[in-house]
């Protein structure tokens, strides 16, 4: 009995350390492609840009914010709390070396038709967007199944992960249609969209909001005639949403927030052909952009 425990015991184990093996390449490897992304993107001007990004006091969205503030663009930092939006935007344009193109707007996407009046305010603040980053969302701090989620913690989710999407997009495009402006709105959905993700794995009511995201973009997509709408699907992301969400052991292996701009970057860049009304997997589209780059990395790299 104690050998056949200690034989079973001994697989466990190796079974374990094949698949460390497997996310430290797969890590490895995701590092160097993120290196190639950047430089196929890099040609790729963002000066002058007016951005809004929404949820961007931290996490993908904060990392987002300073990529392009440090690459020229003006934008506007958005957060639910004045003070936590006013730090966010200081630190922001420290970080980019900049005094005059960062700005803050705070406003609770919860409430309804709190998307529009971001717009607003967005659009006062620098005169108009060329690009809208709808990113802010909630996730249910623990997993739990279907049957215990209540109808206000659904209607919560799906009013901040699509709802204030919906009017984010609707006055964006209005505000470019507008004023001719050719932009680009990308909404950031989640691999828990793709129906062959959908599991028991307790996150019901994320997972259907950005079902309905991902709706929403494609209907904004089929009347969206001048303004380029693209939904891009992160990887699991480090961020204090998710990390929480998973044990410590996989923490290692999540991405970090600022790996998710050389795809946002093509993405709002890219000619309007080649990315309106599609979805984006970030760790597919990062591998396409590196293996469109020809200049080999060094070894110091």
């Given at each position: 009995m104690m050998k056949r425990l200690t034989l079973v015991l001994a697989g466990?184990?190796?079974?374990a350390i094949r698949k460390v093996a497997v996310r430290v390449?797969?890590?490895?490897?995701?590092?160097?492609?993120?290196?190639?992304?950047?430089?196929a993107v890099e040609s790729e001007t963002l000066a002058g840009k007016r951005v809004l990004i929404t949820g961007s006091t931290r996490g993908i969205g904060r990392?987002?914010?300073?990529?392009?503030?440090?690459?020229?663009?003006?934008?506007?930092v958005h957060g639910r709390g004045e003070s936590d939006v006013q730090r966010a935007a200081v630190a922001i344009a420290q970080a980019a070396e900049t005094a005059d193109r960062v700005r803050g707007v705070a406003v609770d996407l919860s409430k309804s038709g709190a998307g529009?009046?971001?717009?607003?305010?967005?659009?006062?603040?620098?005169?108009?967007?060329?690009?809208?980053?709808?990113n802010a969302a909630i996730h249910?701090?623990?997993?739990?199944?279907?049957?215990?989620t209540s109808s206000?913690?659904?209607?919560?989710?799906?009013?901040?992960?699509?709802?204030?999407?919906?009017?984010?997009?609707v006055a964006a495009g209005r505000s470019m249609m507008a004023q001719r402006i050719a932009g680009r709105i990308l909404n950031i959905s989640s691999g828990a969209a793709d129906s062959r993700n959908v599991s028991d794995s307790g996150i019901a009511s994320y997972g259907i909001s950005k079902i309905a995201l991902?709706?929403?973009?494609?209907?904004?997509?089929?009347?969206?005639?001048?303004?380029?709408?693209?939904?891009?699907?992160?990887?699991?992301?480090?961020?204090?949403?998710?990390?929480?969400?998973?044990?410590?052991?996989?923490?290692?292996?999540?991405?970090?927030?600022?790996?998710?701009?050389?795809?946002?970057?093509?993405?709002?860049?890219?000619?309007r052909e080649q990315v309106h009304g599609k979805?984006?997997?970030?760790?597919?589209?990062?591998?396409?952009?590196?293996?469109a780059t020809r200049t080999p990395l060094t070894s110091t790299e």
């Open positions: 466990m184990t190796i079974t390449r797969e890590t490895l490897e995701m590092e160097r492609n993120l290196v190639l992304a950047a430089r990392a987002l914010a300073t990529a392009f503030a440090r690459q020229g663009a003006s934008v506007v529009r009046e971001l717009v607003e305010r967005a659009v006062h603040e620098l005169g108009g967007l060329d690009v809208v980053i709808n249910d701090p623990t997993r739990k199944p279907i049957w215990s206000e913690e659904m209607l919560r989710t799906l009013t901040v992960n699509c709802m204030a999407a919906f009017d984010v997009a991902e709706g929403l973009s494609e209907y904004l997509a089929a009347e969206a005639h001048d303004v380029t709408v693209t939904t891009l699907r992160p990887d699991t992301i480090a961020t204090d949403m998710v990390s929480p969400l998973f044990p410590p052991e996989r923490h290692w292996t999540m991405l970090p927030p600022d790996s998710v701009f050389p795809a946002v970057r093509y993405l709002v860049c890219a000619p979805v984006f997997d970030q760790v597919a589209l990062i591998r396409m952009l590196a293996s």
